[in-house]
Structure formats: C-alpha cells, structure tokens
C-alpha cells in the first residue's frame, strides 16, 4: 500500500532503481500542470530495456502502478521514460 503523500516522483524512483543496474543514474522529475502529473524517468542508455521490458510489458506495469496509486487521491499520473 502506498502511504499518502508519497509523491508519485519517489514511487517511480524506487521501482526504476530496483529494476536497473546503474540506480545512481535514475533521475525522475514531475510536474503538474491542469490536474494531471507527468512523471518523466530518465535512465542509463544500457538499462532502457530493463526499464521497458518485453514488447513493453515492464513499462506498461509502472504505469499502472502509479495510475492507481494517484487514483487513491483522485488523481491524474503519466509517466514517460526517456
């Protein structure tokens, strides 16, 4: 479960360094503009295809995950991975 007030910034942080081999690399910022956050993750070159997964399917599950923690607060999550 994920405590309220917990930025969705840190819980993209935390799934991204878990997942890469170079965390010290993963940067995330956010912004929020009209009601809706956006989340942008950047990681190292040789970790993008651990952060995107088979045909996408580890990306798609992050963005899941944030959606419905934001959905607690009746929020609105994008996440983008550069």
Do not use: F
Not at 22 to 38: A, F, G, K, L
């Amino acid at each position: 479960m994920i405590p309220e007030g917990v930025a969705m910034k840190e819980l993209v942080q935390t799934i991204a360094m878990a997942l890469v081999d170079h965390p010290d690399q993963v940067e995330t910022t956010e912004t929020t503009e009209n009601d809706e956050t956006t989340v942008v993750l950047h990681v190292a070159d040789d970790d993008m295809g651990k952060v995107i997964g088979k045909q996408g399917k580890i990306a798609r599950a992050i963005r899941i995950v944030t959606k419905a923690a934001a959905s607690r607060n009746n929020a609105k999550v994008n996440v983008e991975i550069k």
